[in-house]
């Protein structure tokens, strides 16, 4: 077990504040109902996957903060620990994380961890608990290895991330319809999250920001939610379950079937662990630039449009 010795762990603190927030959520919901914003299962599961999640980081952090620590010793310079530099830390990480955020996406090993925060079909605070207990071996903490070499200690690093985790907490939710104009361009929100879990084509790998929406407007990422097109949550092909070790492991697994299929290349089979989610070597399955496409083909009056490209 590897415990900071600089910060305190806010998210241990922040329990009853998470606790609260779904009682909040809850009662809100009472109040102004939204269709299917919960069942009790996926709830559960979300819980359960959270609690887990806790334990194997504890457990494996050692992995990717090893390497971290390892690293350290090759900096440029200590840039130390001040409330300037610590702020300093969370825009920089935030970048970092625009990007890790990005590779998961992206890259099918990375989303075999991921995609377990997105296999909720529903979208509310308990889906923010909905963590995966294999983060520690996604490799996405390499992205982090040049704020370590320009001088952010790991400690430091460690203890912004959670900052940026306990922002990320209040946006999980559809109670909260839009914020201000202002808030809403510079800060990710309960609107730019939905977009981000929505499984509908034209929302598909958008808005990948923590805390700060700007980096998803800088990169081409950013999709607005729009009125007239309601997010459909939850991933491509629904995994229609809530048991917590298929939730867990079921993208590694389809990736092992994969791998030792017959008939693909070595190439091939390499492809299948770390391209796009989707790809396959004989064209069945649909990335989400196929699916983009494929909508496109159905409505080519929507070329351009928030979310999709303007040519096939």
């Known amino acids: 077990m590897i415990k900071n010795p600089y910060f305190p762990d806010v998210l241990l603190w922040a329990i009853p504040f998470f606790v609260l927030g779904i009682a909040l959520e809850l009662l809100a919901l009472k109040r102004r109902p939204v269709e299917n914003a919960y069942t009790r299962k996926d709830a559960i599961t979300s819980v359960l996957m959270g609690l887990g999640s806790s334990v194997t980081d504890t457990v494996f952090k050692f992995i990717p903060f090893g390497l971290l620590i390892f690293v350290w010793q090759f900096r440029v310079i200590d840039l130390g620990m001040s409330i300037p530099i610590i702020m300093l830390a969370l825009v920089l990480d935030d970048f970092s994380y625009y990007w890790r955020h990005w590779l998961s996406h992206k890259s099918r090993w990375c989303w075999a961890v991921h995609v377990v925060h997105h296999s909720s079909e529903h979208f509310n605070l308990t889906t923010a608990l909905r963590q995966p207990w294999t983060s520690s071996i996604s490799g996405t903490f390499i992205l982090q290895i040049p704020l370590v070499l320009m001088g952010f200690h790991p400690f430091l690093l460690a203890f912004v991330y959670m900052i940026n985790l306990l922002y990320q907490f209040w946006f ?60 459909d949550y939850g ?29 693909p290349s070595i190439g091939q089979r390499i492809l299948y662990i770390f391209a796009a989610p ?20 159905k409505h080519p009056e ?3 449009s928030p979310g999709l490209p303007k040519n096939l």
């Open 235 to 263: 991933i491509v092909h629904q995994l229609n379950s809530h048991n917590i070790f298929r939730v867990s492991f079921h993208e590694f697994i389809g990736i092992f079937k994969d791998v030792f299929q017959k008939g």
């Open 278 to 297: 989707g790809y396959s070597h004989d064209k069945s399955r649909k990335t989400a630039n196929d699916l983009k496409r494929d909508f496109l083909e």
């Open 302 to 304: 929507q070329s351009g």
């Open 172 to 231: 999980h939710t559809e109670t909260i319809t839009k914020m201000p104009y202002w808030f809403e361009y510079i800060f990710n929100t309960p609107s730019h999250h939905r977009v981000h879990h929505a499984r509908n084509p034209r929302y598909l790998d958008a808005n990948f920001a923590g805390i700060f929406m700007i980096w998803d407007r800088i990169f081409g990422t950013f999709v607005p939610e729009l009125d007239d097109e309601k997010p």
